[in-house]
């Protein structure tokens, strides 16, 4: 019923910037956490960074000070901003939603996550 899009990856050489953004769709009245993890083939996903609906922030060591996390209440979109991109970056993206309550208005509230967007980057 809720479907979450990412947008924005791409290949960017080593020190350049992108700026991944995910937006929902559908029909929910539930309150959600978002975060980003990203995965390499091969291995477990990883946990990059995290906002919650009060607007506190969590990152990933490997990204402190280089990546930024945002959300947009009202657009039900969240973004990631990256700067100083390492080719150790270089993974699919994936961005959560983490309801806030089991339900709301009588009904289940879910996880979701989205399909991924690919990250390049370059030597």
């Known amino acids: 019923q809720v479907q979450l899009a990412e947008s924005g990856g791409g290949s960017v050489q080593a020190g350049g910037s992108l700026r991944l953004s995910c937006s929902a769709s559908?029909?929910?009245?539930?309150?959600?956490?978002m975060s980003w993890y990203r995965q390499v083939p091969g291995k477990d996903r990883e946990f990059v960074s995290a906002?919650?609906?009060?607007?506190?922030?969590r990152y990933a060591d490997s990204v402190k000070g280089r990546f930024t996390i945002s959300q947009d209440r009202a657009k039900n979109s969240a973004s990631l901003q990256m700067n100083s991109l390492k080719p150790e970056d270089t993974a699919m993206y994936y961005c959560?939603?983490?309801?806030?309550?089991?339900?709301?208005?009588?009904?289940?509230?879910?996880?979701?996550w989205g399909q991924g967007t690919q990250v390049t980057v370059s030597s």
């Open positions: 959560k939603a983490d309801p806030v309550m089991f339900v709301d208005r009588g009904r289940r509230c879910y996880t979701y």
């Open positions: 559908g029909n929910t009245t539930c309150t959600f956490d």
């Open positions: 906002i919650a609906s009060g607007g506190t922030t």
